[in-house]
């Protein structure tokens, strides 16, 4: 490979994919790449790697649900708000605002609510 274009990375990214789900499969871990940047000669991505450790995830969401006044089994409730049903998909601390995952029940949706909405009195768990 002389220089890097947008063909040849789609097949780059293939193989990396292939070899990073190997090397997943060994450590029992999630890997995986974003988007490539790239210029004639180099290319850059970022290199995401995750536990599968469920019992970690359980008890951070425990966590962050505690220290916004929630209650630690809110995910997978259902609830009422403005009179249309939702279900508690899970938490996303990286999205500070929104943090809140929801699906609405009637289509499917997925709707984000904040912690304030949570805790309000507007909120119905079913």
Do not use: H, W
């Amino acid at each position: 490979m002389r220089q890097f274009d947008k063909q040849n990375l789609v097949d780059l990214r293939k193989s990396i994919d292939c070899a990073l789900a190997l090397v997943s499969s060994q450590y029992g871990i999630d890997l995986s790449i974003g988007n490539i940047t790239f210029e004639a000669n180099r290319f850059t991505t970022r290199l995401t790697a995750k536990t599968r450790n469920i019992e970690s995830t359980i008890m951070n969401n425990v966590y962050f649900l505690r220290n916004n006044g929630l209650p630690s089994d809110l995910i997978g409730k259902q609830f009422l708000y403005k009179g249309t049903s939702y279900r508690v998909n899970g938490i996303n601390e990286r999205k500070r605002k929104y943090p809140i995952e929801t699906i609405r029940l009637k289509d499917n949706k997925s709707i984000i609510f904040t912690s304030e909405v949570m805790t309000s009195s507007e909120i119905t768990f079913i």
